[in-house]
């Protein structure tokens, strides 16, 4: 029901900052919540940030805490991910992903193909 394309990846030197967003189609965007993961080469993918359906409520990592800010625009079905004071460590594929706010399962039921980062020291 729901499409997630990422964008905005790149490349960037420590200390710098990048913008990611994901466009949802195909849903009610205010119904779902959403997040961003992240993989990189060779670990798991792990949590790095959600928010709740209405923008209302956000959880980070402790990773990315006071660096990174996620935010929605429910008008633009867009969520977004700003990457400040960044890391080598956070060179990583973005995934964005949406979860129905209704469902009583913590699993994300969409994700979007992902976009690279890539941080230099």
């Known amino acids: 029901q729901v499409q997630l394309v990422e964008s905005g990846g790149g490349l960037a030197q420590a200390g710098g900052s990048l913008r990611l967003s994901c466009a949802a189609s195909?849903?009610?965007?205010?119904?779902?919540?959403m997040a961003w993961f992240r993989q990189a080469p060779g670990k798991k993918r792990e949590f790095v940030t959600s928010?709740?359906?209405?923008?209302?409520?956000?959880s980070y990592a402790e990773s990315v805490k006071g660096r990174f800010t996620i935010s929605r625009d429910n008008a633009k079905n867009t969520v977004y991910l700003q990457m400040n004071s960044l890391k080598p460590e956070d060179t990583a594929v973005y995934f964005c992903?949406?979860?129905?706010?209704?469902?009583?399962?913590?699993?994300?039921?969409?994700w979007g193909q992902g976009t690279q980062v890539t941080v230099s020291s």
């Open positions: 928010i709740n359906w209405s923008g209302g409520d956000a």
């Open positions: 195909g849903g009610t965007f205010g119904n779902y919540a």
């Open positions: 992903a949406a979860r129905w706010t209704y469902s009583r399962s913590p699993d994300y039921d969409y």
